[in-house]
C-alpha cells in the first residue's frame, strides 16, 4: 500500500504489518485496542511539505490536535517543525517535549482563558492567532501586565465555502471563526497604536478534510490583498498563515498521490502571493500528516446475526475512535491476517458502547473472520487517540510507534485504576 500508507501485507501466511513489523506480534504483546503509527510515514509526508515549499520561505507548525503524542510531537520537533495549538495544554505538551520550540509555536483556538494567554506570553510563542476583539484586549492587557510584547495575526474569515463535512467547515461567515476580512483593515489599524502588540501576519483556516487546492487558493489571495492594504498602511507584516486542512483519501479503492496533492496545494498558494515580497508561509497541517501513518488494531469479539443482518463485535469502540459516529466518516477495515479462501461477509462492524451509533462501518463487506481474528482500521492516526473518551469508563488505547524494524510503546493503556483515580466519592 505504500507510499500512501505504511501498512503492507507480506509473509507467508500473508499478514498485515506496519514498515517491517508484524502486527499480529504487536497486538500480542501490547494487547488490543491499540494504535500503531509509523515514524518513517510521519517523515515521509513532513518531507513532501518541505520539499513542495521549498523554494518559499515557510515554516510547517504541525496541528498538535490531530495526534497529541509527546512521542510523535518529539518526532516533528526533532524534523524542526513549528507547532500549532488550540489550548494551555497543548502548549504544555510541547514544551514538555522541548522549551526551545516555543519559538515555533502558533496559537490558534476561539476561546484563549488568561491563564493559556500567559502562559503562551512567558513561552515567547512565535503568533498569536487571534480571532476576536474581544481576544485582543484580553491580550493586550496581559502583555501590558507581563511586559512582553505579543506578535499577532488576525485570523481572518475570508466567507469562503469548502467542500467538507459541515462539523468541519471553518471559512463562512456563519462560523464561529476568526473577524471577518472585511474588517480585518480597521481592527489592525487601532491594533497598532497599541505597544505590547506587533502585528506580524494574517492568518486563515478554512476547515478541514479539503480534498481540491481551489479554495486554499481563493482564501490565500484574499489574504494576499489584505497584507498589500496593511504594509501600504505602514504595517511590516511578515506571516502567511495559511491554516491547515489538506485532506486525504479514506477510500482503498479511489486514486489519492499525496505528492500531486501537495504540489497542488502548493501552487494554488505560491500563486497567491505571487505579487507579494519577503512573505513567509505558515501551514497548519495535521491530518495530512498523521492520518494514513496510523491505524486502530482490535480484535473481532463475536459475530452475530440479528434476522438477516451480521454483525461483527470488536474490542474497539466509537469512545477510541470516533470519526464514523461523529462525521460519517469512511475507514476501510481490514484483517490483519486474512483467512484462506474466505468469502465476503456483508456486516455492521461495531464496538461494544451502549449506543447506536456505536459503528465503524455500516452494511461493509469484509472477508469472513471469526472471533479472535485482528482487524485493522486504517487511516486512523489524525483524530483517533486525541479525540478518544473513556466513556462506557472504557480506558483508553494503548500507542506503538514504529521507525524501521523497532516498535516502541509510547503510551501505555489506561487501567481503571487512572481512570478512578481522579474522582472523589
Ligand atoms: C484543526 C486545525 C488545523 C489542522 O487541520 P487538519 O485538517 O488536520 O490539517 C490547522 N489549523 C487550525 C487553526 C485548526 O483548527
Given at each position: ?93 510541547v514544551l ?10 502558533v496559537?490558534?483556538g476561539?476561546?484563549k ?20 476583539e474581544g ?13 512582553k ?14 467542500e ?8 463562512l ?11 480585518a ?12 502588540i ?10 478541514s ?30 506571516f502567511?498563515d ?7 483519501e ?5 486514486p ?5 496533492k501537495i504540489q497542488?496545494y ?34 473481532v ?41 474466505a ?16 459503528f ?29 473518551s ?22 501505555r ?13
Amino acid at each position: 500500500m505504500l507510499p500512501v500508507r505504511p501498512f503492507v501485507y507480506s509473509g507467508k501466511p500473508t499478514s498485515l504489518a506496519c514498515g517491517e513489523v508484524s502486527l499480529e506480534a504487536l497486538a500480542k504483546k501490547y494487547n488490543t485496542p491499540l494504535y500503531v503509527y509509523s515514524a518513517d510515514h510521519i517523515r515521509y509526508r513532513l518531507g513532501l511539505f518541505t520539499q513542495a515549499f521549498a523554494t518559499q520561505k515557510h515554516l510547517v507548525c504541525y496541528a498538535v490536535k490531530a495526534n497529541s503524542a509527546l512521542a510523535i510531537l518529539k518526532l516533528f520537533d526533532r524534523l524542526g517543525a513549528g507547532f500549532d495549538i488550540v489550548s494551555g495544554g497543548e502548549l504544555e505538551r510541547v514544551l514538555a517535549v522541548n522549551k526551545a520550540a516555543a519559538a515555533r509555536v502558533v496559537f490558534s483556538g476561539v476561546g484563549k482563558t488568561s491563564p493559556e494567554i500567559d502562559l503562551a506570553l512567558r513561552s515567547g510563542i512565535l503568533l498569536f492567532n487571534v480571532e476576536s476583539e474581544g481576544e485582543l484586549d484580553l491580550l493586550a492587557e496581559r502583555a501590558a501586565k507581563l511586559k512582553k510584547s505579543a506578535r499577532i495575526a488576525l485570523r481572518v474569515n475570508p466567507d469562503i465555502f469548502a467542500e467538507t463535512h459541515p462539523y468541519i467547515s471553518t471559512g463562512l461567515r456563519e462560523h464561529k471563526f476568526g473577524i471577518d476580512i472585511h474588517r480585518a483593515r480597521a481592527v489592525y489599524r487601532d491594533v497598532a497604536k497599541n505597544r505590547w502588540i506587533e502585528p506580524a501576519g494574517v492568518s486563515v483556516h478554512i476547515g478541514s478534510q479539503i480534498r481540491t487546492a481551489d479554495p486554499f487558493g481563493a482564501a490565500a489571495s484574499r489574504v494576499a490583498a489584505l497584507i498589500r492594504q496593511l504594509r501600504s498602511d505602514g504595517l511590516p507584516i511578515r506571516f502567511l498563515d495559511a491554516g491547515g486542512g489538506l485532506g486525504i483519501e479514506y477510500h482503498l479503492d479511489l486514486p489519492f498521490h499525496p505528492e500531486e496533492k501537495i504540489q497542488q496545494y502548493a501552487a494554488a498558494l505560491k500563486q497567491a502571493v505571487s505579487e507579494l515580497e519577503d512573505i513567509q508561509f505558515l501551514l497548519e497541517p495535521g491530518r495530512f500528516l498523521v492520518a494514513q501513518a496510523g491505524a486502530l488494531i482490535t480484535r473481532v469479539l463475536y459475530l452475530k446475526k440479528n434476522g438477516k443482518k451480521h454483525f461483527l463485535i470488536l474490542d474497539a469502540a466509537m469512545n477510541d475512535l470516533i470519526r464514523p459516529a461523529l462525521y460519517q466518516a469512511h475507514h476501510e477495515i481490514i484483517p490483519v491476517t486474512p483467512r484462506k479462501g474466505a468469502r465476503k461477509l456483508v456486516a455492521d462492524i461495531v464496538g461494544p458502547v451502549c449506543e447506536t451509533g456505536d459503528f465503524f462501518a455500516r452494511d461493509r463487506a469484509i472477508p469472513a473472520v471469526q472471533p479472535g481474528d485482528l482487524i485493522a482500521i486504517l487511516d486512523a492516526g489524525a483524530y483517533g487517540q486525541s479525540l478518544a473518551s473513556n466513556y462506557n469508563s472504557r480506558p483508553r488505547p494503548a500507542e506503538v510507534l514504529v521507525e524501521g524494524k523497532r516498535a516502541r510503546l509510547i503510551r501505555r493503556r489506561e487501567s481503571v485504576d487512572d481512570l478512578l483515580g481522579v474522582e472523589i466519592s
